[in-house]
């Protein structure tokens, strides 16, 4: 029964958007800390995951869901590189990073959401 509550389609969303955001935020330290490593080149999301969800949560299948799983992928669209070949540009990491915190309180509040009506429909109390 309590596996019927975590197979929703709207919980297993934003798990996964959350476990996204979280790799992505990987991937912004990771670029930051080779901002200056000849050769590196930017790694993000990969661009097929946020369409894959997309589609998955438009399909309303919580299994394709769960199926995904967020990957990281060299930037395509990083821009040009440096001389020495690594396209990371600081005040684009430092934007991104932003962005990905932002992302992140949100998804955090989506679960937590979630937790909150469980727990208030199991006890019968609000938070």
């Known amino acids: 029964m309590i596996d019927a509550l975590f197979n929703q389609p709207g919980f297993l969303a934003a798990n996964k958007a959350l476990d996204a955001v979280v790799l992505r935020g990987q991937a912004i330290q990771n670029n930051l800390a080779n901002l200056e490593t ?7 999301l990969a661009p097929d995951f946020e369409s894959s969800l997309q589609q998955a949560i438009a399909s309303g299948n919580s299994d394709e869901i769960a199926a995904l799983n967020p990957t990281l992928a ?6 040009a590189s ?16 932003n962005e990905n915190g932002v992302a992140h309180s949100l998804e955090t509040q989506l679960v ?10 199991i006890t019968g109390k609000g938070a």
């Open 74 to 79: 060299v930037d395509p669209n990083a821009g």
């Open 38 to 44: 000849p050769g590196y080149q930017r790694m993000d």
């Open 82 to 97: 440096s001389l020495d070949g690594n396209n990371v540009h600081l005040e684009k990491e430092l934007m991104q990073m």
């Open 112 to 121: 937590s959401g979630m937790f909150q009506k469980m727990e208030m429909a």
